[in-house]
């Protein structure tokens, strides 16, 4: 089980990664920034908070699983 918490949590590492733009060059992400909406950029940063959150979570818990914790 706690394997499966971590697939996870490194799963919506790998997605805020990429709705940030975390694995992107820094000319990538100023023409990324110049090209799209405050509302676009706005409902991506929310997105990522919550996967960000979401992925904090399931960390926490397989490692409480992992450790016996729980």
């Known amino acids: 089980m706690a394997e499966w918490l ?3 949590g490194i799963g919506l590492l790998f997605i805020t990664g990429i709705l940030t733009g ?3 060059t820094a000319d990538q992400q100023r023409a990324n920034f110049s090209t799209e909406s ?3 950029r706005l409902q991506k940063d ?3 908070t919550w996967t960000a959150l979401a992925r904090v979570v399931f960390l926490l818990l397989a490692a409480a ?3 016996g914790v729980t």
């Open 38 to 40: 405050s509302e676009d």
């Open 65 to 67: 699983w992992h450790y």
């Open 22 to 24: 975390g694995f992107t």
């Open 6 to 8: 971590l697939y996870i």
């Open 46 to 48: 929310k997105w990522s």
